[in-house]
């Protein structure tokens, strides 16, 4: 099994910025694509960003030029640095990873989710 633990969520003031972090451990032999989602209150979990394990990355419309995912692969560790946050970014927010194993299929990890709250 593997576990994912997040944390770096809290309470910011709109323009400030948050970097939250989701560390993996367990039976990992190796980790694909890392992401981050975002679900809002009432609202459907939303991909935000993601990394291949080749540095490639993508991000949603909502959030480019102010946020960066990143990752370190000798700690099994993704990162996402939020940067000049607004109010509509509140929402928790939820790392996963694809962990890939030469004898078994491929599977998805969800971590516990983070609040993240921006105050106008």
């Known amino acids: 099994q593997v576990q994912l633990v997040e944390s770096g969520g809290g309470l910011v003031q709109a323009g400030g910025s948050l970097r939250l972090s989701c560390a993996a451990s367990g039976s990992i032999f190796s980790i694909s694509t890392m992401y981050w989602y975002q679900q809002a209150p009432g609202k459907q979990r939303e991909l935000v960003a993601s990394?291949?394990?080749?540095?490639?990355?993508n991000y949603a419309d909502s959030v480019k030029g102010r946020f960066t995912i990143s990752r370190d692969n000798a700690k099994n560790t993704v990162y996402l640095q939020m940067n000049s946050l607004k109010p509509e970014d509140t929402a928790v927010y939820y790392c996963s990873l694809l962990v890939v194993h030469p004898l078994r299929p491929t599977a998805r990890y969800w971590g516990q989710g983070t609040q993240v709250t921006v105050s106008s």
């Open positions: 990394i291949t394990g080749s540095g490639s990355t």
